[in-house]
């Protein structure tokens, strides 16, 4: 399984747009790249998902170059309530015994 | 409402007692996980089930068992032989068992050994 790396926390001011990157460099081919929000005492809450390009919802946006070996995570015009902790995640269809984990994320804080 | 539930939402144990952790989904989901979560750290999985009457050990499943007698259900007993039980725990439910499909996850469970 593709391991991810991510930085541990960022700051930002809110309004502002932040950019999450994840590095999955041994990423196979059939890897999905998913992300989760977690608040404090909550489950985590999926925000997006992609294969490859660039994928767009509500709430995010998925940028995925062509070589897959990273993606960034981009919240537009973040606010207060955007504070938690972010995970990237990549996983593949084969439904075999697998160490899935969430690692341990970023950890948003925006400030006014 | 479709979602899925844990409960207790907090539950104290003494040392040497084994617990049992409620899971249940109305989601009609085929696939069931448990995490654990410790303070400032990511999930891990303990055990996921994709289909009743079959589940597979995760990172830490030492300590921990489960069983998947019905679709909606995947109950977690900690026993006594998990050395380090204080923790959050959390349910999760997928539509199938692959692993880009978006988990669903319920409130957690916090439990303390006295």
């Known amino acids: 399984l593709a391991k991810t790396t991510q930085p541990i926390s960022m700051d930002s001011y809110e309004g502002q747009e932040v950019n999450i990157t994840c590095s999955h460099n041994n990423i196979a081919t059939n890897d999905y790249i998913t992300w989760y929000q977690q608040f404090p005492s909550q489950g985590p809450r999926f925000i997006i998902q992609g294969y490859k390009t660039k994928v767009t919802n509500e709430v995010a946006s998925l940028f995925i170059p062509a070589d897959r070996k990273s993606s960034t995570l981009s919240l537009p015009r973040v606010s207060l309530s955007d504070t938690a902790v972010y995970y990237c995640l990549v996983g593949d269809d084969t439904g075999t015994a697998s160490k899935l984990t969430f690692g341990t994320g970023t950890r948003l804080q925006v400030t006014l | 409402d479709g979602g899925i539930t844990q409960s207790p939402k907090y539950l104290f144990r003494k040392e040497g007692q084994n617990v049992t952790l409620s899971c249940e989904q109305n989601l009609n989901h085929d696939a069931m996980y448990w995490y654990r979560q410790d303070p400032g750290q990511g999930l891990r999985l303990i055990y996921y089930?994709?289909?009743?009457?079959?589940?597979q050990k995760g990172d830490i499943a030492e300590g921990y068992s489960v069983s998947r007698e019905k679709k909606e259900s995947f109950p977690l007993t900690v026993t006594s032989a998990q050395k380090n039980p204080t923790a959050f725990y959390l349910c999760?439910?997928?539509?199938?068992?692959?692993?880009?499909?978006?988990?669903?996850f319920g409130p957690g469970t916090r439990l303390t050994v006295l």
């Open positions: 999760a439910s997928s539509l199938r068992g692959e692993f880009y499909n978006e988990q669903f």
């Open positions: 089930s994709q289909i009743v009457n079959d589940f």
